[in-house]
């Protein structure tokens, strides 16, 4: 299988933050890091640590590096996703994740986007079936898409035709495959959903992974 890791899986937010950009956010320059800006300066920062009771990096994110010597690859966004399927093609898809990617409910459904690649790859054949696995924590958000996974399969049931959805599950849980079964492995740094204080731990993980990059992610330390 090929596993996708967007790193908003495990840089994430609390119940109640209704600022948070899990909710709906696009995946402009702007939000990738002046909205940011803007968050830590409502809660009175003048660093990135003013996010961390809010947006935390919820646990599990080293178990990661137990896919070293695994083919591997960094980049800023899922919408950089498609040369990197291309090498591998035709094969199932595991993508933990806080989205599913698998279509949006606005904007051009034909041009690949963070949030539908996942359902353009099964429409041309180039992913045989897909997972999307939800973070454990999104059972503490009762308004995130992992928190009711029947009421996101209906709303994709509404946006996707039948034979796309027999190739589709989604799932909730902290585990990750076996490195024996993984042929590949792709980092996504998501910047617009994924708090700028957690690239220090983002950009180790690629380091220790030793990743190729494709889109050269952000690096926003010290950017407030």
């Not at 908003?8 to 940011?36: C, K, M, N, Q």
């Not at 034909?110 to 180039?126: C, D, E, H, K, M």
């Not at 045989?128 to 209906?154: F, I, K, M, N």
């Not at 495959?177 to 590949?184: G, H």
Request: proline letters at 8%; one cysteine or more; aromatic letters at 10%.
């Amino acid at each position: 299988m090929l596993l996708s890791v967007d790193w908003d899986a495990y840089s994430g937010t609390r119940e109640l933050v209704f600022d948070a950009p899990i909710w709906g956010t696009p995946d402009r320059d702007h939000d990738r890091l002046a909205a940011w800006q803007q968050r830590a300066a409502r809660r009175g920062g003048t660093n990135w640590e003013a996010l961390d009771s809010d947006f935390p990096l919820y646990p599990g994110w080293p178990d990661l590096r137990q896919y070293a010597g695994t083919p591997t690859a960094v980049t800023l966004s899922h919408a950089d996703i498609w040369p990197w399927l291309e090498r591998w093609p035709g094969q199932d898809v595991l993508n933990i994740d806080s989205h599913h990617d698998l279509s949006s409910f606005s904007g051009d459904s034909t041009r690949l986007r963070p949030g539908n690649w996942a359902g353009l790859a099964l429409s041309a054949g180039l992913v045989r079936r897909y997972e999307c696995r939800y973070p454990v924590w999104h059972a503490e958000l009762p308004v995130a898409e992992g928190y009711d996974l029947a009421r996101t399969q209906a709303e994709l049931d509404a946006l996707l035709p039948a034979p796309l959805l027999e190739s589709v599950t989604l799932t909730r849980s902290a585990e990750l495959p076996p490195p024996e079964q993984v042929t590949a492995l792709l980092l996504v740094q998501s910047p617009a959903w994924t708090n700028p204080a957690h690239d220090r731990e983002f950009w180790a993980l690629a380091e220790d992974l030793g990743a190729e990059v494709l889109v050269e992610p952000l690096r926003r330390e010290g950017q407030v």
